[in-house]
């Protein structure tokens, strides 16, 4: 942004109330703010895009008990991918594609710490949220250091379609199991045969899914990836095999419950000697180079799809996002595309 | 027994009907039924003591989900430890001791799959039973190859007083680790403190259990050893340590739900990259001798105490005994004394 240009205005995304069930529009408001002045060792970024995450409904409950809150009041957390606009650090030029955790805003100042460059020749801008971002680097580490699902074995993905889930089940798929997905619609299950490569997809609203499943999993399933929680998790651990792995990758169903539920059929991982795992990707930040590098190979060699879900529009579109991705509208990742974006082209 | 008794009668324990909540007496009827002859390469053992077996009443639910049931009408299935009386068995001989899932009878004919001889100098016939039978060898097999307790960790043992709590708390002990119980009574607690050498012992009735939990573990638990399931271990999971270790043996408090629930706070095992592992001892069968010897070694230092709470009866004692170990009255393995352990006096 030149001197010559009007002074913009800041739009952050505040979160107005606790929210009850499914959050949406209504539990939050659009504060605006001058754009600050930096210090010495900061730097400006431009939001082009807003990672739509599920678990910022865990964090917008009424609780203290998980380990970062946001209360009404606060900014809205979450992710941005956006173009360095000032800078006044070292490290970082006017111009370039960066990512972190700026909260839902148009403008971010930050220190550099944890913010993280996009290389747009590995992967488009958006993608650095999604898939090639902390879901993909997830998936990548959740499946092959954890699950590490082997030829002929069967994996079930729960939450398929997902940010997380598209991507895990892709990965299963290169290291030669079988795949079936849970998710919640016919199309998405003709998507994830037809487009991501899954053998089998099965729509858990379908009132026999569980024999649907049973059927798929004539042997039991050797892992389950679960992102959801709920009575998805519940039954399927019923089909959990011998030395099976449960990876607890996130419980979505549950966050907007008043009253969150267990498995009760957690007691199958007993008789089976499963494991239900839990797993956090930052552990492996010292690895997301490689990991990126490996994705990025696959990405040209047409193996892996980054599928995201856009929804253009500015800051007060982001609570419209978020709900429509709790209502299961989204394939792939849920990213809001702001006007700033759209200013570049096709380019970020 | 000689060709000059009376033909002894073989009372057996059948289901009647399927138990609501807590099962009783009323549950169960004695049925008479002749002791059979043997044909070639059988044996016939008397009991001389029944064990008492939490699982048996998952396996008595409505419900053909499990592996194995006991339906009303069926022989009540559990484990028996006797003598042989008659061999047509070339590898078994007269006046051996033996232990076997048997059933709740006075008289089993075996073809000796699955019976063990027990060796009464390693210890009493009773506690091959229970903390040098299959719930000791779960306790020693579960801490040392499973949760692998450090020198300096803390662990928690949910039914600590139990049949196999009982055992993984001294053994967590032995390999330099802090032993928190929790129980359900204040005499438990002391027990626990003063025979066994746990460190804290918490009675779960008290209004302020988890507080009490809380205080005594400021590090978060390294593992718990779950025996109970239910509101203990979700409460307890919310202590879970990183990396921690959950290792689920049993879900005592759950089998005599009408509906079963699931551990809600599971979530915190995400959060914590922790685990909630299954186990069954069988898969360990090729190593009982090894895992007898170690503990017949810290019995005879004084390092290990193997407990057991006897009820004297008969086959008519098995209901109510069982109903006592429900209710909380045992102190370790619960266990039927038969008249025909008190006849041999003080040897078995």
Redesign the interface.
Known sequence: MSAGDNEPRNKQLLLKRVPEGISGPEDFEVREAPVPELQEGELLVQAHYFGVDAALRLITRDSD???FRVKPGDMVHGSMAGRVVRSRHAQFSEGEYVHGSLGIQNYAVSNGEGLERCDLTQAPLGAWLGGFGVSGLTAYFAVTDVCRPQPGQTVLINGAAGAVGSIAGQICRLAGARVIGLTGSSAKCDWLTSELGYDVAINYRDADWYEQLQRAAPDRLDVIFDNV?GKVL?ESL?LIGMRGTVL????TS?YSEA??????????????????????VF?YADRYAEARRVMARWIEAGQLLIPFWEVAGDVDMFPEAYQKMYLGENLGKTLVRLPAAEALGGAA
């Open positions: 008990e998980f380990l929680g519940d019923k607890l990758c996130g419980s549950q009253h969150m539920q267990g498995p009760a059929n957690y007691i199958w991982l007993g008789t089976m000697r499963a494991r239900l795992q839990g797993f956090v552990d």
